[in-house]
């Protein structure tokens, strides 16, 4: 049984990571309006990955009996106007996120909640995994530097991107 402390704690995170989801529609939408429909590939797939770890998170709160709660999600807004700096604030976002994960994990080891332990655990791999995704493209960036071409085909490199997840969250968990 999850203490109301862990259950609220999860239910902050789920609206994090739906606030997430969100941010990535926005910015692919702002990719795809400036002609980059491969970047916008990219983050809606990002989209579908966060709501997944959102859905996740639902479902555990679902198996063990506990109500999941969404909340207000804020609006997201998007500032970045380069290439660049969209995933420049993709790689803070998903800092953000990992400390974020990090608070929960923590919360979990100490109430003794092993449980929980064990499924943020998974979440901190991810987080590993999502950091070093936008290192990687802003290497590429910083490598190309103001090679139009290079970019162009970052777009269609970045448009191949297909989800690692299900994206049908009927039944879960
Ligand atoms: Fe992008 O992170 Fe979810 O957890």
Do not use: C
């Not at 916008?40 to 506990?66: D, I, N, P, R, V």
């Not at 997201?76 to 420049?88: G, L, Q, R, Y």
């Not at 109430?111 to 590429?140: F, H």
């Amino acid at each position: 049984m999850l203490s109301k402390k862990i259950i609220d704690r999860i239910n902050l995170q789920i609206n994090r990571e739906m606030f997430s989801a969100f941010l990535y529609m926005e910015m692919s939408a702002r990719m795809s309006d400036d002609g980059y429909k491969g970047i916008g590939t990219w983050m809606m797939t990002q989209y579908h990955e966060e709501m997944f770890h959102a859905m996740k998170f639902y479902g555990y709160l679902q198996s063990q009996g506990a109500l999941p709660s969404i909340g207000k999600i804020d609006a997201p807004e998007v500032k970045a106007k380069t290439i660049k700096e969209i995933f420049e604030a993709t790689l803070a976002h998903e800092k953000f996120v990992s400390a974020s994960i990090r608070e929960l994990l923590e919360l979990a080891i100490a109430e003794k909640d092993y449980a929980t332990e064990d499924l943020v655990r998974w979440y901190v791999g991810e987080q590993v995994e999502e950091e070093q995704n936008a290192i990687d493209i802003l290497q590429t960036i910083d490598l190309m530097g103001e090679n139009k071409q290079g970019l162009f085909m970052l777009n269609i490199e970045l448009g191949k991107r297909k989800p690692s997840i299900a994206l049908d969250f009927t039944g879960m968990p």
